[in-house]
């Protein structure tokens, strides 16, 4: 059981660039999540997905887009990478459907190290 | 919106003894709070929760105290071990995480 998979691990890209980041689970979720994480600052909700075919934005969305492609994928894509997207991407999905408002934890990946020169 | 934070950024503890994390809480209407673990170069692992109708909550050498009257939660390590050395973040609702508290056990 992989539970949330990320793909790629570690990628870097110049500033212009465009990419998209793929995250799978096999745990039959209905809500996914993106974070990023930067040093200092935690984790911050970038899009999440309530529900297969529904996306929102949360804290940090700008320069970012969302597809969940069905209910097992949930990518993320970065149109003009700039510098200040360098981070650590994180993937996430929990059972409910009510994705801002559940009492379920999360299931992690462990993440994609993006890097922007 | 959301605030979650930490007291303290590190925080180092002898080998067997208790750890205690602490998080303060804006949000007064939350009701559910989870710790997690993060061990280097991975994602957040789930460690315990509570909900807002509890004070206390037990786990496997961890215990979670949720005080709501001044919004603020704690995570305590009983006999902490060198495999607990990680970064610990509290989360309202699961989505809004604090800066994190990186527990170093010295053996």
């Known amino acids: 059981n992989a539970g949330v998979t990320q793909t790629p691990k570690f990628q870097v890209l110049k500033t212009g660039q465009s990419m998209t980041l793929q995250c799978a689970q096999d745990?039959?979720?209905?809500?996914m999540y993106w974070y990023r994480q930067d040093p200092g600052m935690g984790l911050r909700l970038i899009y999440y997905?309530?529900?297969?075919?529904?996306?929102d934005k949360g804290e940090v969305p700008n320069g970012y887009n969302v597809s969940r492609l069905n209910k097992r994928e949930f990518s993320l894509r970065l149109e003009s990478a700039a510098p200040s997207q360098t981070s650590v991407y994180f993937c996430?999905?929990?059972?409910?459907?009510?994705?801002?408002?559940?009492?379920?934890?999360?299931?992690f990946g462990d993440g994609t190290r993006l890097s922007i020169l | 919106g959301e605030s979650v934070g930490l007291h303290l950024p590190t925080l180092s503890v002898q080998e067997g003894d208790n750890s205690i994390i602490n998080c303060a809480y804006s949000?007064?209407?939350?009701?559910?709070f989870i710790w997690y673990k993060q061990e280097s170069g991975k994602g957040p692992q789930f460690i315990i929760d509570i909900r807002s109708n509890m004070d206390k909550r037990q786990g496997q050498r961890v215990t979670v105290l949720l005080n709501k009257t001044v919004k603020h939660l704690s995570l305590q390590i009983a006999a902490t071990q060198p495999g607990d050395s990680a970064v610990y973040f509290c989360a309202q609702h699961g989505l809004f995480f604090g800066t994190g508290t990186r527990l170093t056990v010295i053996p």
């Open positions: 949000n007064s209407a939350s009701d559910y």
């Open positions: 745990m039959n979720h209905n809500s």
């Open positions: 996430a999905s929990r059972e409910e459907d009510d994705g801002r408002s559940s009492n379920q934890p999360q299931h």
């Open positions: 997905s309530a529900s297969e075919g529904t996306t």
